[in-house]
Nanobody, 123 residues
Framework: QVQLVESGGDLAQPGGSLRLSCAASGRIFGINDMGWYRQAPGKQRDLVATITKGGSTNYADSVNGRFTISRDNAKNTLYLQMNSLKPEDTAVYYC?????????????????WGQGTQVTVSS
């Protein structure tokens, strides 16, 4: 099992900044792609940004140029720097990771989600 724990969600003013973190733990052999997703009330969960193990990134059009995704492979930690926040960025932000675990000498793939962290942008 791989556990993902997000942190950093808070109330921010329009134009402000927040930094989210997601720490992965467990019998991790290696993590490939990681990503941030968000879900606003009454809406589906949408992709925010993804990053490969090698550092290639992909962003939703709505956040491109304002958000920056990064990761520390040594710490199995994912980050999301959010600048120029808008009220429409308000949502629960979820971390996702996929890779391989070493369980009793066998390697198995995993795809895990965090519990989410609330980001509210309001004046």
């Amino acid at each position: 099992q791989v556990q993902l724990v997000e942190s950093g969600g808070d109330l921010a003013q329009p134009g402000g900044s927040l930094r989210l973190s997601c720490a992965a733990s467990g019998r991790i052999f290696g993590i490939n792609d990681m990503g941030w997703y968000r879900q606003a009330p009454g809406k589906q969960r949408d992709l925010v940004a993804t990053i490969t193990k090698g550092g290639s990134t992909n962003y939703a059009d709505s956040v491109n140029g304002r958000f920056t995704i990064s990761r520390d492979n040594a710490k199995n930690t994912l980050y999301l720097q959010m600048n120029s926040l808008k009220p429409e960025d308000t949502a629960v932000y979820y971390c996702n990771a996929e890779g391989f675990v070493n369980s009793l000498g066998y390697y198995r793939s995993f795809n895990s989600w965090g519990q989410g962290t609330q980001v509210t942008v309001s004046s």
